[in-house]
T-cell receptor, first 112, second 113 residues
Framework: GQQLNQSPQSMFIQEGEDVSMNCTSS?????WLWYKQDPGEGPVLLIA?????ELTSNGRLTAQFGITRKDSFLNISASIPSDVGIYFC????????????FGAGTTVTVRA | NAGVTQTPKFQVLKTGQSMTLQCAQD?????MSWYRQDPGMGLRLIHY???????DQGEVPNGYNVSRSTTEDFPLRLLSAAPSQTSVYFC????????????FGQGTRLTVV
């Protein structure tokens, strides 16, 4: 599969903060997916993006499909404790492909 | 509304033992897949299927077998377990391209000793 690089690898959040993370690829993607994984659970789809430049929100989460089609961004506004978890970006390997490649994830932890 | 159901949730195997991880979905998706998750490595595709009777290898297929006799079920078989197969395994089902969204089960945590 194609390599997706997520940044940062981990972050600490304080309640009320806005945080952001991104995902980049050396190849063009036609779809970007953002998942969240809680401890002991499977990943859950947060947002799906299908068009370059698209900006989509899901509650306090906003994701953007980069204009170059090689990156995507996820923002969390007004963090709350239940935002902790691992956030993954993913995308299909090619336009008509079922198979998804995943980034290594961004681990979000609450700052004590 | 069950979605994707995996069993068991936890399993301990001895090296050399075989076992089958079960996966069932009730969303009538043609696409199903198995991933393994290891620390710091994200999700890696083991095997996938685009419909009953059709399976193919993913990124890390060695040591695993699959079959797809029905749309609903996609079991993963470990033929002879090795410590390197200690991992968390996720089954997913998904829509057809280009809306290639995958929906995951809760995972099976496997330890091989």
């Amino acid at each position: 599969g194609q390599q997706l690089n997520q940044s940062p690898q981990s972050m600490f959040i304080q309640e009320g903060e806005d945080v952001s993370m991104n995902c980049t690829s050396s190849s063009i993607f036609n779809t970007w997916l953002w998942y969240k994984q809680d401890p002991g659970e499977g990943p859950v789809l947060l947002i799906a993006l299908y068009k370059a430049g698209e900006l989509t929100s899901n509650g306090r989460l906003t994701a953007q499909f980069g204009i170059t089609r090689k990156d995507s961004f996820l923002n969390i506004s007004a963090s709350i404790p239940s935002d902790v978890g691992i956030y993954f970006c993913a995308g299909p390997n090619s336009l008509n492909d079922y198979k998804l490649s995943f980034g290594a994830g961004t681990t979000v932890t609450v700052r004590a | 509304n069950a979605g994707v159901t995996q069993t068991p949730k936890f399993q301990v195997l001895k090296t050399g033992q075989s076992m089958t991880l079960q996966c069932a979905q009730d969303m009538n998706h043609e696409y199903m897949s198995w991933y393994r998750q290891d620390p710091g490595m994200g999700l890696r595709l083991i095997h996938y299927s685009v419909g009953a009777g059709i399976t193919d290898q993913g990124e890390v297929p060695n040591g695993y077998n699959v079959s797809r006799s029905t749309t609903e079920d996609f079991p993963l078989r470990l033929l002879s377990a090795a410590p390197s197969q200690t991992s968390v395994y996720f089954c997913a089902s998904g829509r057809d391209p280009p809306n290639t969204e995958a929906f995951f089960g809760q995972g099976t945590r496997l330890t091989v000793v």
